[in-house]
Nanobody, 127 residues
Framework: QVQLVESGGGSVEAGRSLTLSCAAS????????MGWFRQATGKEREVVAA????????HYAESVKGRFTISRETVKNTMSLQLNNLKPEDTAMYYC????????????????????WGQGTQVTVSS
């Protein structure tokens, strides 16, 4: 059974950095894509970054390009998100997600593509 568990969230001042980690259980080859989403209070969930686990292509939301870096270690079955130069508008619950082999594909930005979800880790950035 696949489970995703995030860690690494916290409260930081603007300009600081955090590293989020996602530990996955189950078969590493189950994931075709993995991604990070976030949801701020009162707002819809949005994609932050995603990675093609086979080809290695990385995608980023415009709002985080140049500041966040997504990476994947297949052997360890983990994924991480390096968050640099954090801004107050980055404050949100961050979720790890995975696209399974048997699910539908709606593109890397669409959360309907992701059949596996973690419980989330909170990131709070103060000005």
């Amino acid at each position: 059974q696949v489970q995703l568990v995030e860690s690494g969230g916290g409260s930081v001042e603007a300009g600081r950095s955090l590293t989020l980690s996602c530990a996955a259980s189950g078969d590493p080859d189950e994931f075709l894509y993995m991604g990070w989403f976030r949801q701020a209070t009162g707002k819809e969930r949005e994609v932050v970054a995603a990675i093609d686990t086979k080809g290695g292509t990385r995608h980023y939301a415009e709002s985080v390009k140049g500041r966040f870096t997504i990476s994947r270690e297949t052997v360890k079955n983990t994924m991480s998100l390096q968050l640099n130069n954090l801004k107050p508008e980055d404050t949100a619950m961050y979720y790890c997600a995975g696209v399974g082999r048997s699910g539908g594909w709606f593109g890397w930005k669409d959360d309907r593509s992701y059949g596996y979800w973690g419980q989330g880790t909170q990131v709070t950035v103060s000005s």
